[in-house]
């Protein structure tokens, strides 16, 4: 429990003091944030605010996890480091599209084409090395059966279907927090939220581990404290960096921090097996990708018409007339009681199996 909670507080210590330093560093510099012309124009006033803001929450997470072993002198997990690699791999493709919009002084970033590969890269070593490094048990990471709050039996599928059905889940995640990363504070907020949930649900599953106590409703998962190591870390590191990216930001995560935090949560959901209970739990981020399949969708179709005043659903109630603030803490809400009823479901699930 100890390198659990020095974790959580070491990387939150590591946003909190090293954002500070990074806006100074890129304010000097001059990288700020591009603004599209098609958005509220309220936004207009955070043209030039720092971006990459992201890199920050990477570098604490990552070193809070190596050090809160260190510290306690406990041995790394290869859940722990797969869920590692894809967060901080996601996040360097992130960071060059973030560096392309800077550099070339645009508002688009990598290509399409050069960024799917690159994502795609990341979430293939991760799914084949998630489905192939197994234990002394025979346990591996994940499992090609697709789960809710444990693997679905009659939905176990062939291997290299199993690696293709995580890869998709990825993308999904990581491109819906991506979407979600369009207000101060809003993204932040609500991956805090999530990762603190799956930092609850991990140490649930190791309280009712397989390996601890073999029982009827045991959790047969792989190195489920360690992955509440690195939920704690995430969490941390994103509500310490709200701090500066709270209304009004003083630095964005950039697709840097967004595609990061999008691949964390994702590998989580995979290696607790909870692949389908993360649309609950993420609730907000699944909301928010609705409403721009659904725009997208609807102007082709119609050849023009549109459901929302604009997509992501965020930018609808600006030009609604809602003040920022009050979209953000409104979706908070809706993202604190989506964690909720995931976790309610997930323990209830345990409950009525007794």
């Not at 890129?26 to 971006?51: M, N, S, V």
């Not at 041995?75 to 901080?88: D, G, I, K, N, Q």
């Amino acid at each position: 429990m100890k390198n659990i909670l020095l974790a959580g507080g070491l990387s939150m210590l590591g946003t909190l003091v090293g954002t500070k330093w990074f806006i100074v560093f890129l304010a000097k510099r001059g990288y700020g944030q591009f603004i599209r012309d098609d958005g509220p124009q309220t936004h207009a006033a955070k043209k030039g605010t720092p971006t990459m803001g992201g890199a920050v929450i990477i570098l604490a997470v990552v070193l809070a996890y190596f050090l809160a072993h260190l510290l306690t002198w406990t041995h790394v997990t290869v859940s722990a480091l797969l869920v590692l690699w894809l967060f901080a791999g996601l996040g360097f493709i992130g960071f060059l599209d973030d560096w392309t919009k800077i550099s070339k002084q645009r508002s688009l970033g990598l290509r399409p084409k050069g960024k799917l590969i690159g994502q795609a890269f990341v979430a293939v070593t991760f799914g084949i090395g998630a489905m192939f490094f197994h234990d002394s048990h025979g346990v591996a990471p994940a499992s090609p059966a697709i789960s809710f709050l444990r693997d679905i039996s009659w939905l176990h599928l062939p291997l290299w279907l199993g690696v293709i059905w995580v890869i998709l889940l990825i993308a999904g995640a990581s491109n819906a927090v991506n979407l979600t990363d369009g207000l101060d504070g809003l993204a932040p907020g609500a991956a805090t939220m999530v990762f603190a949930a799956y930092t609850l649900l991990s140490l649930w599953q190791f309280n009712q581990w397989c390996s601890n106590e073999a029982t009827a409703r045991c959790y047969t998962v792989r190195d489920p404290h360690d992955l509440a190591v690195v939920a704690l870390a995430l969490t941390g590191a994103c509500f310490g960096f709200l701090w500066w990216n709270a209304k009004p930001a003083k630095i964005f995560l950039g697709d840097t921090g967004s595609l990061a935090i999008g691949g964390a949560v994702a590998g989580l959901a995979v290696l607790s097996r909870t692949e389908l209970l993360l649309a609950i739990i993420g609730g907000l981020f699944v909301i928010e990708t609705l409403s721009v399949m659904i725009q997208v969708s609807v102007f082709k179709v119609t050849h023009g018409k549109r459901v929302f005043k604009m997509a992501p659903l965020h930018h609808h109630f600006e030009l609604k007339g809602w003040a920022e603030i009050t979209v953000v803490i409104r979706f908070w809400i809706i993202c604190g009681l989506m964690v909720a009823i995931g976790l309610g479901i997930f323990y209830t699930e345990w409950v009525v199996g007794q």
